[in-house]
């Protein structure tokens, strides 16, 4: 009866495989969750299955390619790798793949194709190992070793790649073909699968026909007769002296590009398609506090981004991914300290061969200090420096809006601090501007949010109240005078505050702003003659 052994970390699937194994009429040798214990039992124990179904996902610290490698580097047991396609499992010669899900019948099927398969394959190697070794249909050099220094049989690739004619390689020494380095590279590796009866893969220069050096990659086989020893090894060899140069080449290309990287002084930001950092740069690492290791495989909105922007960052990762690029964004990123900083990203991608997003790349430049720059020259555009009170020039503005407007009524008083030459002239500018201040305080307490409060001239100060009428206006400006009253009661003043007001109503649109403006300023002057 033909014996399998499942590897498998899940009970589900390990009954699963095991019922639809026990269905076909085989017997389950053994079910291993953990690779080394089946890499144990297997070759330290010389237990040996017909079939291994092994799961790439194993627990432990082996995984399936892992147990798979050890396994087929001493043994020829065909398996089934349960997952999905993957080029690694090329490198095991595994007979079948089998992706997941699957349903006990396509299982059943690999199972019978996998034995089917291993049973034609082990025929043809016993039948004829040696012939259908030496092919000489293939690019692939193929030769034997009698023993470590002898040559049995060679392929026509290999002989055209010495310049000879296979019978005159075949039982002849290496040393006869190759140089003095070459035969003791060679040597080496040969004399270590004889000893160690275990398969092999080097790399060794070794000059073809021309002369000319070339790097094949070999790999060197022994095969054993019924005592358990080496019968001959056989040997293949590939030429990657291009592949290898190719390989040379992009090698130099990335660390020339990521010695371009290190020196930006820009934050240069790789990210995969899924959004997690591949590539963090120096600046990145000054700016944050992190290091490229810290950050590496974390999302970019998992770890900067303030609660409030992870949705629009997102939304703009989105739009990556939709094929709006390349696109601008300007978001904040948390340090690790937990300052906030400003960055303003231009993003683009990298597609790969089929138009796919291989990557993101994003360049950013802290603005934070600009921003704040042109946020105080705004602020300053439309604001007194001294008092924080809005300027003549946004006075006047708002002068035009609201004259087109429906807020009415609408009333301006004018305010001008009395007796603050007096204060400049016997104690100086600085104690004056304290005046200014402390009127410009009591104004815009005393005034509603919507109010707009303004210093137009040095003394002179303008409040518009909209949807303020005539009754309105008088309170308002009794609150204000009262408000100065409670100023000067707790307050050890040279002189108390004092402030003249008038003020003007524009009922309708019958009337402008200014002409209200005007009448209130007027107004201002006659009540300040009064004092």
Same mark, same amino acid.
């Given at each position: ?38 890499? @144990? ?22 995984? %399936? ?6 396994? %087929? ?42 034995? &089917? ?45 010495? %310049? ?12 006869? $073909?190759?140089? =003095? ?13 004889? #000893? ?14 021309? %002369? ?10 022994? =095969?054993?007769? !019924? ?28 660390? $020339? ?32 506090? &992190? ?31 939709? =094929? @709006? ?6 978001? &904040? ?7 906030? !900083? ?50 003549? #020039?946004? $006075? ?51 005034? #509603? ?5 303004? #210093? ?60 209200? $403006? ?14």
């Amino acid at each position: 009866m033909k014996e399998i052994i499942i590897i498998e970390d899940t009970k589900l699937h390990q009954q699963k495989i095991k019922d639809a194994v026990l269905d076909l009429g085989y017997k389950v040798a053994d079910i291993f969750a953990y690779g080394e214990k089946a890499v @144990d039992y297997i070759l330290k124990e010389n237990n040996t299955p017909n079939l291994i179904i092994i799961d790439i996902v194993l627990a432990g610290k082996m995984d %399936g390619y892992q147990a798979a490698k050890c396994i %087929g580097s001493e043994t020829d047991i065909p398996l089934i790798f349960l997952t999905a396609k993957n080029d690694k499992i090329k490198d095991f010669e595994a007979y079948v793949y089998l992706n997941k899900p699957f349903t006990k019948q396509e299982l059943k099927n690999n199972i019978e194709l996998a034995i &089917y398969k291993n049973n034609i394959h082990q025929k043809l190697i016993k039948s004829n190992e040696e012939k259908e070794m030496i092919l000489d249909t293939i690019d692939t050099q193929i030769w034997y070793l009698k023993d470590p220094e002898t040559y049995g049989k060679v392929n026509q690739a290999h002989a055209d790649f010495i %310049g000879l004619d296979k019978s005159e390689i075949e039982n002849k020494k290496l040393t006869e $073909f190759l140089d =003095k380095e070459e035969a003791e590279t060679c040597n080496l590796g040969n004399v270590k699968v004889f #000893r160690e009866k275990k398969k092999i893969k080097t790399e060794e220069w070794l000059k073809n026909s021309s %002369g000319e050096k070339k790097l094949i990659s070999i790999t060197k086989n022994p =095969k054993l007769n !019924k005592e358990d020893k080496v019968e001959y090894v056989v040997c293949s060899g590939q030429d990657i002296t291009n592949k290898r140069n190719k390989e040379k080449i992009i090698k130099e290309k990335k660390e $020339f590009l990521s010695k371009i990287l290190e020196v930006q002084s820009s934050l240069v930001l790789l990210l995969n398609s899924e959004g997690k950092i591949i590539r963090f740069n120096k600046s990145c690492e000054k700016l944050t506090g &992190y290091t490229e290791k810290e950050v590496k495989g974390k999302k970019v909105w998992d770890l900067f981004i303030k609660q409030n922007e992870k949705k629009e960052v997102e939304n703009v990762f989105k739009k990556l991914q939709n =094929k @709006d690029y390349p696109n601008k964004h300007e978001n &904040y990123w948390l340090t690790k300290s937990g300052e906030e !900083k400003l960055i303003s990203w231009s993003n683009n991608v990298i597609l790969d061969d089929e138009n796919n997003i291989k990557y993101i790349v994003g360049t950013g430049i802290d603005i934070t200090e600009r921003k704040k720059r042109e946020k105080k020259i705004e602020y300053l555009s439309f604001h007194d420096e001294m008092t924080g009170l809005y300027n003549r #020039r946004y $006075f006047e503005n708002e002068l035009d809006r609201l004259d087109s407007s429906r807020k009415y009524p609408i009333t301006i008083v004018i305010g001008d601090l009395d007796g603050l030459k007096y204060i400049n002239d016997n104690y100086g500018h600085k104690k004056g501007d304290g005046y200014i201040i402390n009127a410009a305080d009591i104004l815009k307490s005393t005034a #509603r949010t919507e109010d707009i409060v303004s #210093r137009i001239g040095g003394d002179e100060f303008a409040v518009v109240l909209p949807t303020t009428n005539q009754k309105e206006a008088e309170i308002f400006c009794q609150r204000i005078q009262k408000n100065i009253e409670e100023f000067n009661k707790n307050k050890d003043l040279i002189k108390p505050l004092s402030i003249s007001l008038g003020f003007e109503v524009m009922e309708d649109s019958s009337q402008s702003l200014n002409k209200t $403006f005007n009448k209130a300023d007027q107004k201002m002057y006659i009540n300040k003659g009064r004092k």
